[in-house]
């Protein structure tokens, strides 16, 4: 126990928890998305991040052949790589995302089958590329190289304002602010909202669920991916495994939040982030897991559908 | 013509109809053979026409107790949970962890023999049953998903941690259990460890059957297919949820202090979340609900990984594939539940 980092540290611990609970929150929105439709747990979601670890550091290294170990760019070169890195990420994991639905969901689904079926078919995809990328990649991970230079802003009340850090805050808030006025403003906006609420009435009011669910899943791996930018460019390395904590953690966010629900997944990713940060600091970090989920049951015991949660009458296995 | 008679056709229903035909002494004489086949299991290695089974690396025999018969046992145990009353637990391997530390500390620490721990160890597992079940079983669905998939990360967490479970290298010089009749449980004879798991095993498919037959397995039942209307209708779902969840732990823990005796040394990431998702996937792979279907299943998941070892690195790979092949070709799994349960789930979803 080390309360005195609470306050010595503060602002510092908050704002790393800041930047990391965004990461989750992307990442989160693989779960929260899909959940709403589907009412399914997109188990393989974790591997999504995974791979797009892997894409934005294969895309550096072999694509735009920056070795490792360069002195980082600046500049329009520096903008445009990390545009690059960025755009590359999204469209592998959204296409990976669309991928993972045709293969683990769509003909279960046609077939009515228990719910428990396209849960294990997901962790089968995930079991599968998770160990094919191991194959890949080697078990002992690669360092990414540095792009950018991680200057600081300078020091606020003990907080050090690292370039990359404030990328890994910004970033998100813009994406859920267009994610958010796309699914209230937009016509495909409001049918996935309508297919979240009822699928039956939404086929009877013309919409075709299947390129619903489709574009969905697209969303996720869209936000996704840019979480692997962001976690790549902030970490400096991956692994093949990387998926699976991240996972975790952008699950019990979601569930956090209230899982189906697009504002609770931010604020639970935001939520979680920050508890992480200050649980490791004053219980040290191999109690930052328990804490975490004895919050998140004591959160739940209260407000049973999570904080930002609708009534989720229907849900069993 | 052929193809819809094929779609409409259910191993189980068939089966089911065949044993009802039957009087008793076939079906004694059924099962008394089906039973000594099993028995004889782990000598179908060195036997020529069944030497096919064998697994290159680990033993065959030891890969009949632990995966096999451990998965065996353990899918069983989950199949309470998930199968009867419809919970889904993603943390099941925390009453493994459980019922092997118990094994593991009381046996290096206060020379307590395998038998005397197994009840102890099935009464600690069926204790933290019910603690998280307490607050846990009072959340549906998907929020029970990642309560229990929680409490199992903390137990390792937990394990990794203290100093009486010996941190991240675990508990080593486990002794194995004394024999009795003439068995001896060692390193040389792993056939006796499964024999004593295939005892439990019939064990538990016995009590799963006895349950299914009388009041708790009708409230299962009734809660599985709508809970409100259970609860309505009188049942006590919550009592009945933690009966479930309690009965499905002492499985789990009765499995952990069988195999921390056979396998001497435990550490904690021997359970790991992969492990519940395995076993999971043993029940539903296998048709969940369905006791012959979670056994066949799990024997299948817990030894094909061993017999394609000659694969090396992508044998897990080709596991995944399976999986998802083996979902999308029989989403009810290999041996699904009756008919009559199945159309009821359809008309509740």
């Given at each position: 126990?080390?309360?005195?980092?609470?306050?010595?540290?503060?602002?510092?611990?908050?704002?790393?928890?800041?930047?990391?609970?965004?990461?989750?929150?992307?990442?989160?929105?693989?779960?929260?998305?899909?959940?709403?439709?589907?009412?399914?747990i997109?188990?393989?979601?974790?591997?999504?991040?995974?791979?797009?670890?892997?894409?934005?550091?294969?895309?550096?290294?072999?694509?735009?052949?920056?070795?490792?170990?360069?002195?980082?760019?600046?500049?329009?070169?520096?903008?445009?790589?990390?545009?690059?890195?960025?755009?590359?990420s999204?469209?592998?994991?959204?296409?990976?995302?669309?991928?993972?639905e045709?293969?683990?969901?769509?003909?279960?689904?046609?077939?009515?089958?228990?719910?428990?079926?396209?849960?294990?078919?997901?962790?089968?995809?995930?079991?599968?590329?998770?160990?094919?990328?191991?194959?890949?990649?080697?078990?002992?991970?690669?360092?990414?190289?540095?792009?950018?230079?991680?200057?600081?802003?300078?020091?606020?009340?003990?907080a050090?304002?690292?370039?990359?850090?404030?990328?890994?805050?910004?970033?998100?808030?813009?994406?859920?602010?267009?994610?958010?006025?796309?699914?209230?403003?937009?016509?495909?906006?409001?049918?996935?909202?309508?297919?979240?609420?009822?699928?039956?009435?939404?086929?009877?009011?013309?919409?075709?669920?299947?390129?619903?669910?489709?574009?969905?899943?697209?969303?996720?791996?869209?936000?996704?991916?840019?979480?692997?930018?962001?976690?790549?460019?902030?970490y400096?390395?991956?692994?093949?495994?990387?998926?699976?904590?991240?996972?975790?953690?952008?699950?019990?966010?979601?569930?956090?939040?209230?899982?189906?629900?697009?504002?609770?997944?931010?604020?639970?990713?935001?939520?979680?982030?920050?508890?992480?940060?200050?649980?490791?600091?004053?219980?040290?970090?191999?109690?930052?897991?328990?804490?975490?989920f004895?919050?998140?049951?004591?959160?739940?015991?209260?407000?049973?559908?999570?904080?930002?949660?609708?009534?989720?009458?229907?849900?069993?296995? | 013509m052929?193809m819809?008679?094929?779609?409409?056709?259910?191993?189980?229903?068939?089966?089911?109809?065949?044993?009802?035909?039957?009087?008793?002494?076939?079906?004694?004489?059924?099962?008394?053979?089906?039973?000594?086949?099993?028995?004889?299991?782990?000598?179908?290695?060195?036997?020529?026409?069944?030497s096919?089974?064998?697994?290159?690396?680990?033993?065959?025999?030891?890969?009949?107790?632990?995966p096999?018969?451990?998965f065996?046992?353990?899918?069983?145990?989950?199949?309470?949970?998930?199968?009867?009353?419809?919970?889904?637990?993603?943390?099941?391997?925390?009453?493994?962890?459980?019922?092997?530390?118990?094994?593991?500390?009381?046996?290096?620490?206060?020379?307590?023999?395998?038998?005397?721990?197994?009840?102890?160890?099935?009464?600690?597992?069926?204790?933290?049953?019910?603690?998280?079940?307490?607050?846990?079983?009072?959340?549906?669905?998907?929020?029970?998903?990642?309560?229990?998939?929680?409490?199992?990360?903390?137990?390792?967490?937990?394990?990794?941690?203290?100093?009486?479970?010996?941190?991240?290298?675990?508990?080593?010089?486990?002794?194995n259990?004394?024999?009795?009749?003439?068995?001896?449980?060692?390193?040389?004879?792993?056939?006796?460890?499964?024999?004593?798991?295939?005892?439990?095993?019939?064990?538990t498919?016995?009590?799963?059957?006895?349950?299914?037959?009388?009041?708790?397995?009708?409230?299962?039942?009734?809660?599985?297919?709508?809970?409100?209307?259970?609860?309505?209708?009188?049942?006590?779902?919550?009592?009945?949820?933690?009966?479930?969840?309690?009965?499905?732990?002492?499985?789990g823990?009765?499995?952990?202090?069988?195999?921390?005796?056979?396998?001497?040394?435990?550490?904690?990431?021997?359970?790991?979340?992969?492990?519940?998702?395995?076993?999971?996937?043993?029940?539903?792979?296998?048709?969940?609900?369905?006791?012959?279907?979670?056994?066949?299943?799990?024997?299948?998941?817990?030894?094909?990984?061993?017999?394609?070892?000659?694969?090396?690195?992508?044998?897990?790979?080709?596991?995944?594939?399976?999986?998802?092949l083996?979902?999308?070709?029989?989403?009810?799994?290999?041996?699904?539940?009756?008919?009559?349960?199945?159309?009821?789930?359809?008309?509740?979803?």
């Amino acid at each position: 126990m080390n309360f005195s980092v609470l306050t010595s540290q503060f602002w510092s611990l908050a704002f790393q928890g800041l930047a990391l609970g965004l990461i989750y929150s992307l990442v989160s929105l693989g779960y929260t998305m899909v959940y709403g439709v589907l009412r399914l747990i997109n188990f393989a979601n974790s591997e999504v991040f995974m791979v797009g670890t892997f894409s934005v550091l294969y895309l550096q290294v072999y694509i735009l052949r920056i070795p490792i170990g360069d002195p980082a760019l600046h500049g329009i070169k520096l903008i445009a790589y990390l545009a690059l890195s960025l755009i590359g990420s999204m469209i592998v994991c959204a296409l990976l995302a669309i991928v993972v639905e045709l293969v683990a969901y769509r003909r279960l689904r046609a077939r009515g089958a228990n719910r428990l079926a396209s849960l294990i078919s997901a962790i089968g995809v995930s079991i599968a590329l998770l160990e094919g990328f191991s194959m890949i990649t080697g078990a002992r991970g690669k360092i990414a190289p540095r792009l950018l230079d991680k200057w600081s802003f300078g020091e606020v009340a003990g907080a050090n304002f690292r370039i990359d850090q404030v990328m890994a805050i910004v970033m998100p808030i813009i994406i859920f602010f267009l994610l958010d006025q796309f699914v209230t403003k937009s016509r495909l906006g409001k049918s996935i909202r309508a297919v979240s609420m009822s699928e039956e009435n939404s086929k009877l009011m013309g919409i075709d669920i299947n390129r619903v669910i489709t574009l969905t899943f697209c969303i996720g791996g869209l936000t996704t991916g840019a979480a692997a930018f962001l976690y790549t460019t902030v970490y400096e390395n991956t692994v093949f495994n990387v998926g699976f904590n991240m996972g975790i953690a952008a699950f019990t966010a979601a569930v956090l939040g209230g899982i189906g629900n697009l504002r609770g997944a931010f604020y639970g990713g935001l939520a979680l982030g920050m508890l992480e940060q200050f649980a490791s600091a004053v219980l040290g970090s191999q109690w930052k897991s328990i804490t975490v989920f004895v919050v998140l049951v004591v959160i739940l015991l209260v407000k049973p559908n999570g904080l930002f949660g609708e009534a989720v009458q229907q849900t069993r296995t | 013509m052929r193809m819809s008679t094929l779609k409409n056709f259910n191993l189980r229903d068939f089966g089911a109809g065949i044993w009802a035909q039957w009087n008793r002494g076939t079906r004694t004489i059924f099962v008394l053979v089906l039973l000594s086949l099993v028995a004889l299991l782990p000598f179908a290695a060195g036997w020529g026409p069944t030497s096919f089974l064998n697994t290159p690396i680990t033993s065959f025999q030891n890969v009949l107790v632990y995966p096999v018969g451990m998965f065996v046992l353990m899918a069983l145990g989950l199949n309470i949970v998930v199968g009867k009353s419809g919970l889904l637990d993603l943390g099941y391997v925390a009453f493994f962890a459980i019922g092997a530390y118990s094994q593991g500390v009381l046996s290096t620490f206060y020379g307590w023999n395998t038998w005397e721990v197994l009840p102890v160890g099935i009464g600690c597992a069926m204790l933290s049953g019910v603690l998280l079940g307490l607050p846990a079983l009072r959340l549906r669905g998907d929020y029970l998903a990642i309560i229990t998939l929680g409490f199992g990360e903390i137990v390792r967490i937990v394990a990794l941690n203290l100093n009486v479970t010996g941190g991240p290298s675990g508990i080593a010089g486990i002794p194995n259990p004394p024999g009795f009749f003439g068995l001896k449980f060692d390193i040389m004879n792993p056939q006796n460890f499964f024999w004593v798991v295939l005892a439990l095993i019939l064990l538990t498919i016995w009590m799963v059957r006895r349950f299914t037959v009388r009041r708790p397995g009708r409230a299962w039942e009734a809660i599985r297919q709508d809970e409100d209307v259970a609860a309505l209708m009188g049942v006590n779902t919550l009592v009945y949820k933690l009966w479930s969840f309690v009965i499905g732990a002492a499985v789990g823990g009765a499995a952990g202090v069988i195999f921390a005796s056979k396998v001497m040394v435990i550490s904690p990431d021997m359970f790991k979340f992969d492990v519940s998702i395995l076993i999971l996937a043993c029940v539903v792979f296998g048709g969940i609900g369905n006791i012959w279907g979670v056994a066949l299943g799990a024997s299948i998941l817990a030894y094909l990984p061993e017999r394609i070892r000659f694969l090396a690195d992508s044998r897990q790979l080709v596991f995944g594939l399976v999986l998802v092949l083996m979902m999308n070709l029989r989403p009810d799994g290999l041996l699904p539940r009756k008919k009559r349960e199945k159309i009821t789930e359809k008309g509740a979803k």
